[in-house]
């Protein structure tokens, strides 16, 4: 157990040393090196993202939008945290930006559920028709919440960052992020429970 949790900090320190050194040579002039980064994180990107928006047909723009301001950013990263973290972070303000102008024509057309993991409810129109209509019921909850709060649910229960990750991509304490955690818990069970909502497939179709 605790050589498998080594090999596992160790292969993270691994692939952030390799991060840095992507950007140091990109600081150093080498534009291919912003393609790698690309190339290593554009998923997590749309993970992160998808998760604070909701699926939306314009995921790829938002994507996009993320390493343009990556880009920008770059020549200030001083590797004091982790590039995950830094980026994490310039995902989450594109991403509250994206929520703050209204962005959302493609906020409920819904992605293909090709990709989702097999489960039984999902094999028939009226089990998809459900699932969808689920998830646009969650992200309409989610909808309601503060924008603090919203970050911190979505980080934690869909992304599955630790409350540290949280508090480092925020920036505050990790008091305060299981503060928020805990009070968006509340507002979203509370409305989760009232509504009968969440089948047991529906998180599946929203990751």
Partial sequence: MGLALNDSVDQRVQE???DKILVASYQRGN???????YRRHSGRVESVARSVVGPSSELEDLV???FIELQRSLFGFRGDARFTTWLHRITVN???QYLRRGKRKGFLRWLSLDAVRPA???HNPEGRAEARETVAALYEVLGKLSDKKRIVFTLFELEGLSLEEIAATVGTSTNTVKSRLHHARLEVFEEVRSRGLLPSYALQVIK
């Fill in 16 to 18: 952030d040393n390799r």
């Fill in 31 to 37: 534009s291919n090196a912003l393609g790698e980064l």
């Fill in 64 to 66: 996009q939008d993320v």
């Fill in 94 to 96: 594109v991403a509250l």
């Fill in 120 to 122: 039984r409810a999902l």
